[in-house]
């Protein structure tokens, strides 16, 4: 039997290009479904980071005029990765953050440079190189969203389309006026097509256009066909309900695994979990905290911005401190930044504060935290507390989307089965969060029942072997029922 060929597109993969959650899965999934019988390819936009990582780049196609400036589609591998590299330099030939200019804002061209990458996607997918014609396009958030609809228009017999959304709030909305531009159809701006709300939308197009949908986690894919956490979506969600699903991300466990990580000061597993002290002992040096073994240290490892509910942590802090330290590596939000700079401040050895993206701090905040909090306001499937099941870093989370599918309450009930993973709290509010962390802060008191929690955590699944039987199943069902 061939193996099903998958052309992935996507708007970063990690270990390339990662500004989040979408540049992880889209690294790994790849892999993952390499021993299930796939081949799987991925088209990404030609960044400086990336073309500087492609091994043994060939040109297999030369657009002469791809919105603006001469293209080429390369095909190339990076590390395991089987890559085609979108090289036009007028769109992707700049510095730093893939979305954004230097001072933080979209650029400008934002609609043209993520048209091209699905206009390329869409061309793969119609035959463009016969040496790898894709049986299914899987096209990752707005950024890849216009392929599905290249695709429909198209008037050609076409691949089979699966749309994944990894964050709804980004749903990539322009002018109108750009339509002819695009080089979509007057009757693509349609409610049946690419409009929304009087815009073309991305996102939209790929939700309405593509033959199935999937988002990160089961609960998310229920909550954002409700119209609180729909963000104008959830109408066509619902009417689509029939074709979307929930599946939950895997983390890299080779990346993430104690018993090898490098930037541990003690590497552990779940038999010397006692080992972890010297890395809470370590952690809290390099964090300018006070080096102290019973009290719990709370961590968190997050992008700053309103989703992820850390102004309702900074609100919290007294009734943590009362109990604990906290640990926060992050970025964003500019007066979030602040308030955490001034807590670490205000509490000296009782808040440590790291502002910036550092993979290395990452890990050992995984390793050193005794709890990893995640209070988002919603979170379509999370990946810290992924890595803190496995790193025995007990995870705190709201109880929203895949927070609430993948870390199990330590509620009586569970207590009770022996199968309590972490705490979850609900409403997603102030008190509640408070009474998560004093509860987590009692709970780490009883050293036995504690370590009970950390190692149901290290003993979940939270690898890609699951998570890539689910998406392998569906590629089968899709090319089965078309
Ligand atoms: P999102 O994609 O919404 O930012 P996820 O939890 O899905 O959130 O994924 C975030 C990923 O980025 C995780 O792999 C996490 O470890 C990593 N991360 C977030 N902030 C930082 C940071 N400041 N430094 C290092 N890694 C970070």
């Not at 390339?16 to 019988?37: E, N, R, W």
């Not at 894709?134 to 096209?139: G, I, L, N, R």
């Not at 409610?191 to 999937?214: C, F, M, N, P, W």
């Not at 699903?245 to 930037?263: C, F, K, Q």
Request: charged share 20%; with cysteine; net charge negative.
């Amino acid at each position: 039997m061939k193996p099903v060929r998958i052309l992935s597109v996507a708007s970063e993969i990690f270990p390339l290009i990662k500004t989040g959650g979408l540049a992880d899965v889209a690294g790994a999934l790849p892999l993952a479904l390499a021993p299930l019988d796939f081949d799987v390819r991925s088209l990404v936009p030609g960044y400086p980071a990336v073309l500087r990582q492609l091994e043994k780049p060939v040109a297999v196609h030369q657009y002469a005029n791809l919105f603006g400036g001469p293209a080429r589609l390369l095909d190339a591998q990076a590390g395991k990765l089987r890559l085609f590299a979108l090289d036009a330099p007028h769109l992707y030939d700049r510095p730093g953050n893939p979305y954004t200019n230097a001072e933080g804002k979209d650029w400008p061209d934002n609609a043209q440079r993520f048209a091209a990458l699905a206009r390329a996607g869409a061309d793969i997918g119609l035959g463009l190189l016969p040496g790898f014609v894709p049986d299914v396009v899987h096209a990752h958030d707005w950024q890849a969203g216009l392929t599905a609809a290249y695709l429909h228009y198209a008037g050609k017999p076409r691949p089979a389309t699966l749309a994944t959304v990894h964050n709804l709030a980004f749903q990539g909305q322009f002018d109108k006026a750009l339509l002819p531009t695009l080089g979509l159809p007057p009757e693509a701006f349609a409610i049946g097509g690419v409009e929304y709300y009087g815009t073309i939308g991305y996102l939209k197009a790929a939700l309405q256009l593509s033959d199935r949908i999937t988002t990160v986690s089961p609960t998310y894919a229920r909550e954002i066909m409700q119209p609180e956490s729909g963000m104008g979506l959830d109408g066509l969600l619902r009417e689509r309900r029939a074709v979307v699903s929930g599946i939950l991300n895997g983390i890299d466990t080779e990346v993430w695994n104690p018993a090898h990580d490098e930037h541990l000061a003690a590497r552990y597993d779940a038999r010397v979990l006692r080992l972890r002290a010297r890395d809470k002992a370590a952690l809290q040096q390099r964090m300018d905290l006070d080096v102290d073994a019973e009290r719990p240290l709370f961590g968190v490892i997050s992008r700053l911005s309103w989703q992820k509910g850390l102004d309702l942590l900074i609100d919290a802090l007294p009734a943590l401190l009362a109990h604990g330290q906290l640990a926060v590596l992050g970025s964003g939000d500019a007066a979030l930044e602040e308030k955490y700079t001034r807590a670490a401040e205000d509490h000296r050895g009782r808040v440590g504060c790291v502002l910036g993206y550092d993979e290395e701090l990452a890990h050992q905040i995984q390793g050193g935290a005794d709890v990893l909090l995640v209070p988002s306001r919603f979170e379509p499937c999370g990946l810290t507390q992924l890595c803190a099941l496995r790193y025995g870093a007990v995870p705190l989370v709201a109880r929203v989307g895949g927070l609430n599918d993948t870390v199990i309450d330590a509620n009586d009930m569970a207590l009770d089965a022996g199968v309590a993973t972490g705490f979850q709290f609900a409403p997603i509010d102030v008190p509640a969060l408070e009474g998560a962390i004093v509860r987590a802060a009692s709970a780490f008191r009883d050293k036995q029942a504690w370590s009970r929690l950390q190692l149901n955590g290290m003993r979940t699944d939270v690898s890609w072997e699951q998570p890539a039987r689910r998406y392998a199943q569906l590629y089968r069902d899709l090319l089965a029922t078309r």
